[in-house]
């Protein structure tokens, strides 16, 4: 134990480090107010804690977001002050960017000796302000980015020494960057390319490329093999996550695409978007440091690792400004068309991993070169260089931190969607006083994190039977409506048609009979449930009131199809006692007229 | 009860040759001992599951699947324990410099046990490789016993000619016709320190006896050795192939697993290396177990002997037609079934000598837990496909939702985890060939759950018979 604390006190010292960095950071964020600002913040939240706290726990409330994150916020999530809060996405992602750290450092360290450049990757991993917003609050981002460089750690072991633990952990690495974010399933065929180009350069036969091929493959698809089936399980088929009513090609299908059909326009918006997460100077350092690292390293053992490790990590910047060319993605900036403020501008950091280890590679391959009397001042060379570029990180780090509070991110938050959310989520709150509240949740996050009620007493869209039952005839299952105003302004088409209970009982008579408006504001409604209406219909169809979940706040769970079949008895026999009694009325008049 | 060292066998007083008292063979199978073990674990596990649906308001059935889904659970999660200690251990070996300093003189007289029936195609091969064994000849005392029914086979001998020191030893026609019983027969024959069984198509590795007198040597402690078996026709057709990835994982990473973490092995029927004194102390083979081998090897472990696996491999031929390996299967598959009977008459007595709960629980999870897992195999694989084709509410009611991710993840990582070590398995042996076809490894557990139900039913019906394995068909396509 004492030998690996001493062989290992660096990477030892990096991994508390950024955790103490990362808490400390997770602090500020939180103390600012800026842990849980953007509505995909609070729908990963809201992901998280349903597996354990729905309607319907479990896998079926994963949706069709990559799961990763979901995944690893959960057991955070199930703690009800750290998902109200937003901590639970610290606690989640904190040993994760120290992960990050410690890959970045270890990569570097697998091409060159020198402790410098391989700590200097770290810092400038961890210093990188939006690898640390993402990393202290619930975003997927730090995770994939992480994922990628965890993915190009594995490979280049792998090309360098052909262990087969490496390829095993390769190909993990490999699914769970898939299952942090789709742009991560690239990675299959990438992989398995350089897996297979490192056997054929080692003149190996046939059936052993095949072999390990299958090795590999096997482990690495499983997060496709996952989604896939989740699809079909849960959803309309395996490309569900593609296609999907909340997937983000429907989502953004009505939205301007400044980019589309255009390849060139594509790259423009990438790369602005990347000077504004990478701060002024990395993007060109970057760029210059790769084409130099391809120069220097084309004809060396270093190259193919290296190229493995550039593909990987530049993978989703390629993946982005095809799917930007191609129309399913949209990027806004601020400063190019439609000037129309920041969305999706974190697309820009996602090949970050490369831009830590591209100027800290060439800082390796500099201080190996100098020799001679050179030799004297290679540390020297090397800690100038290292303070210039993390120092440069650290101002930017304060301007986009520190000065102007993560002005991006509060710009994209001025919606008054969510303020309207959060409002209505306070009158909740004081309200609530039992039974189901019927909502459609993915469009409005704030309010079920706001309010503070356990999620299981909620019916939403992803409680399936349950949700489209209640949209039938919401009183005999919720005791409280929420929806959209039906005159909400500035909002799209997407949104709008996608709030199916605004759009089913917004003006309603029958509705607006049972339920009582309780709160409105210009984007939603809140209704309660009048119980006399209820009791009265189900006397008038023989149901027992207490049966009723909407009338009795007792019933948490029920067997919806075993409810379902007492109600559509109790209408049927009403409506055939009714037929009858308007029948014998008929033949007693005509009976009458015929006397 | 018998303990060990209680009795000293009596080598020639029976007629069956089974030397063994009635409590440590499955010569009567239902004695009162079992009957009352048998009956009172099922009483038992019904009663606890009628009190338990009934304090929980649910259904029977609900209770079964809960309990099964555990079960299921525990062993998949033991065996994936056992592989992962013994993936990277260190099998007992030698170097060469080692086996080269070895001389003559100190080597042992070690007796070969070469039981033959039926096997007139292969006496050429099983001569060729005995006579190629690194041991002096002056010190083997080789025993080729033949049945007297079996003339093709002592002809075929006969026209062999082998060496002087094979001996061969025509035995009387006595049921049953079990291997062990005509090991039993010869065994008050075996003049060696040490002894090991080879069957009729085995080729073990030339060195194999001296690295097992190193190892005897070196590990005193060690009552036996249990060589890697490998196929020298793998590659004959894909049930072959299907085969030999699972002995790839069997032996390289199962058994090993088992060995480092102390845990009583079931042995293999040849290839294993025994110290003779052993095998006398605890009284030879049960005549009358068509597992004889796995019987051994918890027996051992009763008397307080320990088992470890050498590096070396034996090559066999791996069943090659369906019909052949379901009933070479069915055999095994039923001896583990007598076995489980045998050492289960007095549980917690059973307890005490193998080595305490640890290996008690290993015992059950390897033995019957073995036969167990196949069947819950079948029955998951029933399930799901009824559900799928019927969606029945009754099937999805049967599993509420904790119990439902119990079974699925169990179900889909067991059968992930254990398909993807059957391929390390052959990757590791570099039979990379063979990786491809463990994607059929599924399938090949059905054929295996389908010989398991077939031994749970000749266990009642034909208890004894020894369905005995077609060997030399690689022969016939060369």
């Known amino acids: 134990m004492k030998d690996v604390l001493r062989k290992r ?18 602090w500020f964020v939180y103390a600012t107010g800026l842990t849980r600002l953007s509505v995909d913040q609070n729908s990963h939240l809201n992901i998280a804690r349903l597996l354990s706290d729905s309607l319907t726990p479990g896998i079926s409330q994963l949706g069709f977001w990559p799961p990763l994150l979901h995944i690893i916020l959960a057991p955070f999530t199930a703690i009800t002050p750290l998902f109200t809060s937003g901590l639970a996405g610290s606690f989640a992602l904190v040993p994760i960017l120290a992960a990050g750290s410690l890959c970045a450092y270890k990569i570097v360290k697998e091409f060159y000796p020198y402790e410098i450049p391989a700590i200097g990757a770290a810092a400038l991993f961890i210093t990188n302000p939006y690898i640390l917003y993402y990393s202290v609050t619930p975003m997927t981002e730090s995770l994939f980015i992480v994922s990628l460089l965890a993915v190009s750690f594995f490979l280049i072991r792998w090309i360098k020494e052909g262990k087969f633990g490496s390829l095993v952990y390769l190909g993990i690495f490999v699914a769970l960057a898939g299952l942090a974010r789709f742009e991560g399933f690239l990675l299959i065929p990438i992989v398995l390319t350089f897996v297979v180009l490192k056997l054929i350069r080692a003149r190996k036969k046939y059936s052993e490329i095949e072999a390990i091929s299958i090795l590999f493959g096997l482990i690495a698809t499983l997060g496709l093999g996952f989604t896939f089936i989740y699809g079909i399980a849960y959803g309309n088929g395996p490309l569900e996550f593609m296609s999907g009513q909340w997937s983000a090609s429907s989502q953004q299908a009505s939205l301007f695409l400044p980019t589309f059909g255009d390849i060139g326009m594509s790259l423009l918006y990438m790369f602005e978007a990347s000077k504004l997460m990478f701060g002024p100077i990395m993007v060109p350092i970057t760029i210059t440091s790769a084409m130099l690292l391809v120069l220097l390293l084309s004809n060396t053992n270093r190259f193919l690792p290296f190229l493995g490790a550039l593909t990987v990590l530049v993978s989703p910047f390629v993946f982005d400004v095809l799917a930007l060319t191609q129309g399913s993605a949209v990027l806004y900036l601020d400063h190019l068309a439609p000037f129309d403020g920041y969305f999706n501008e974190r697309y820009g950091l996602y090949w970050y991993g490369f831009a830590v280890l591209a100027p800290m590679l060439v800082l390796g391959l500099a201080m190996g070169r100098m020799t001679g009397i050179l030799k004297i001042s290679r540390y020297g060379f090397g ?16 301007v986009t931190a520190y000065t102007d509070n993560y002005a991006i991110q509060r710009g994209s938050a001025v919606s008054t969607l969510p303020a309207d959310q959060k409002d209505l989520a306070i009158v909740l709150g004081q309200k609530y006083d039992g039974g189901k509240i019927f909502i459609t949740r993915a469009l409005q996050n704030y309010v079920t994190i706001e309010a503070g009620i356990p999620l299981k007493n909620y019916i939403h869209e992803s409680n399936d039977e349950y949700y489209a039952q209640a949209l039938g005839a919401p009183w005999f299952y919720a005791r409280w409506v929420i929806m959209y105003n039906p005159k909400i302004e500035g909002i799209e088409d997407w949104r709008r048609e996608s709030e199916r209970i605004s759009q089913a009982w917004a003006h309603s008579e029958n509705f607006h009979h049972a339920y009582e408006l309780v709160y409105e504001n210009k984007s939603e409604r809140l209704y309660r449930l009048r119980d006399d209406v ?28 075993e409810f379902y079949e007492t109600l559509q008895d109790g209408v049927s026999s009403y409506w055939d006692a009714r037929a009858a009694r308007e029948q014998q009325i008929a033949t007693a008049r005509i009976m009458n007229r015929k006397n | 009860m018998e303990r060990p060292g209680e009795r000293q066998f009596n080598w020639s007083n029976t007629t069956d040759y089974l030397f063994l008292s009635d409590v440590l063979s499955i010569k009567n199978y239902w004695h009162k001992e079992t009957l009352v073990v048998a009956f009172g674990i099922t009483i038992a596990s019904a009663i606890f599951a009628i009190l338990l649906a009934i304090s929980l308001s649910t259904n029977i059935f609900v209770i079964l699947t809960t309990i099964i889904a555990f079960i299921y659970f525990a062993l998949v999660i033991f065996k994936v324990w056992v592989v992962k200690r013994g993936y990277d251990y260190a099998l007992v070996d030698f170097s060469q410099d080692q086996l080269d300093a070895i001389t003559d003189e100190e080597l042992p007289v070690y007796s070969v046990l070469v039981p033959l029936r039926d096997e007139a195609d292969v006496i050429p091969q099983i001569i060729e490789a005995m006579t190629s064994l690194d041991y002096p000849s002056d010190k083997i005392d080789m025993i080729i016993p033949l049945e007297t029914y079996d003339t093709d086979t002592i002809q075929a001998i006969e026209d062999a000619r082998p060496p002087e020191y094979m001996r061969t030893r025509i035995i009387p026609y006595i049921t049953p016709q079990t291997k062990p019983k005509t090991l039993n027969i010869i065994f008050p024959e075996v003049r060696g320190e040490f002894l090991v069984i080879y069957d009729a198509e085995i080729i073990p590795d030339r060195d194999q006896m001296k690295k097992a007198y190193l190892g005897f040597k070196h590990n005193p402690g060690i009552a036996c050795f249990q060589t890697r078996l490998e196929h020298y026709n793998a590659d004959q057709n894909i049930l072959t192939k299907l085969f030999n990835m699972e002995f790839s994982f069997h032996y390289d990473f199962f058994l090993p697993g088992l060995q480092k973490l102390g845990f009583p092995i079931p042995l293999s029927g040849h290839s294993t290396h025994f110290r003779t004194e052993v095998v006398r102390e605890i009284g030879a083979w049960d005549s009358y177990n068509v597992a004889e081998d796995c019987d051994l090897g918890m027996r051992l472990y009763r008397y307080g002997h320990k088992t ?8 066999e031929e791996a069943a090659s037609s369906i019909k052949s390996w379901i009933q070479q299967r069915t055999r095994w598959m039923k001896g583990f079934i007598q076995t489980s009977i045998v050492h289960l008459r007095h549980p917690l007595h059973f307890k005490n000598q193998i080595g305490g709960w640890k290996n008690f629980i290993a015992f059950l999870v390897t033995v019957p837990g073995t036969v167990l897992i196949n069947f819950l195999n079948l029955a998951s694989w029933i399930i799901l496909a009824a559900w799928l084709l019927s969606g029945s509410n009754f099937i999805q009611d049967l599993y509420t939702t904790p119990i439902l991710y119990l079974s699925v993840t169990a179900f889909v990582i067991g059968i992930f985890l254990f398909t993807y070590l059957n391929l390390i398995g052959s990757f590791n042996r570099n039979k990379h060939h063979l990786v491809k076809y463990g994607l059929l490894t599924p399938l090949y557990w059905m054929l295996l759950a389908y010989a398991t139900t077939r031994a749970v039913y000749q266990t009642f019906t034909n208890p004894y018979v020894w369905e005995k394995t077609e060997h030399g068909t690689h022969l016939e396509n060369k």
């Open chain 1, 9 to 26: 006190k660096i990477e030892i010292g990096i991994v508390l480090f950024t955790i103490v960095w990362g808490i400390l950071h997770a």
């Open chain 1, 534 to 561: 209820v009791v009265q219909v189900a006397s008038l169809y023989g149901i027992d009131p207490a049966l009723i979940p909407s009338l009795n706040e007792d019933i948490i769970y029920w067997d919806q199809a």
């Open chain 1, 383 to 398: 800690t100038l260089v290292f303070v210039l570029l993390v120092g440069a990180n650290l101002i930017f780090l304060n």
């Open chain 2, 308 to 315: 470890a696996i050498l590096n070396s491999l034996s090559q």
